[in-house]
């Protein structure tokens, strides 16, 4: 079936470097996309979202990247840093103008100092 | 500050209970969510609703029921129907239309 995944479910990098995450979808009609950070015992906190008119958007060190010919979405975090360590998800609205969106299983990210 | 207040932090639930988890939102939104997280998984919907007095069944509302009598209070009840109700359960809310989720901190539910 249709489904909001992740190419990798964990990933380790150090202190410094830049961390990509990547989130596949299947859903064509999908039009808007946001990835959330998630702290151990804690809810999901926005980190950026963009929708199908754009390729490409740039928060503070993070940059998300969408590539609708593949269906492939990615979080670009820049010199990483331990505070990034979470769980990272993405989230797709599949066509809906209603607000619901759909979570994938999420990537967690150690950072090494 | 405003935000998404989930009550109680955690809270434990004795067979053939029935339980009731707060949202308390203070942002103005109309959308309101439950989720439901099990460990090593993404976010499943409980539950939404988009405005006061209307409220639509998400993937897993099986065992579930809520209300919206305020725009500012979404409760959720877990019945004694929902036979594995042991989760974290998270409350977001949000403009109308597809704009970015908010959530509280959840509210994590456990079996005596």
């Known amino acids: 079936g249709e489904s909001v995944g992740l190419h990798l479910p964990t990933l380790s990098v150090q202190e410094g470097d830049n961390s990509i995450i990547n989130c596949a979808y299947s859903?064509?009609?999908?039009?808007?996309f946001i990835w959330y950070k998630q702290e151990s015992g804690k809810g999901p906190q926005f980190i950026i979202d963009?929708?199908?008119?754009?390729d490409k958007r740039q928060g503070q060190r993070v940059t998300v990247l969408l590539n609708k010919t593949v269906k492939h979405l990615s979080l670009q975090i820049a010199a990483t840093q331990p505070g990034d360590s979470a769980v990272y998800f993405c989230?797709?609205?599949?066509?809906?103008?209603?607000?619901?969106?759909?979570f994938g299983r999420g990537t967690q990210l150690t950072v090494w100092p | 500050d405003g935000g998404i207040t989930q009550s109680p932090k955690y809270l434990f639930r004795k067979e053939g209970q029935n339980v009731t988890l707060s949202c308390e939102q203070n942002?103005?939104?109309?959308?309101m969510y439950w989720y439901r997280q099990d460990p090593g998984q993404g976010l499943r919907l409980i539950y939404y609703?988009?405005?006061?007095?209307?409220?639509q069944k998400g993937d897993i509302a099986e065992g579930y029921s809520v209300s919206r009598e305020k725009k500012e209070s979404f409760p959720l009840t877990v019945t004694s129907a929902q036979k594995n109700p042991t989760a974290f359960y998270l409350c977001?809310?949000?403009?109308?239309?597809?704009?970015?989720?908010?959530f509280g901190d959840g509210t994590r539910l456990s079996i005596l």
């Open positions: 977001a809310s949000s403009a109308q239309g597809n704009q970015p989720q908010h």
């Open positions: 859903n064509s009609a999908s039009d808007y």
């Open positions: 963009i929708r199908s008119n754009m």
């Open positions: 989230a797709e609205n599949r066509g809906s103008t209603l607000g619901r969106l759909y």
């Open positions: 942002l103005n939104h109309d959308a």
């Open positions: 609703s988009q405005i006061v007095n209307d409220f």
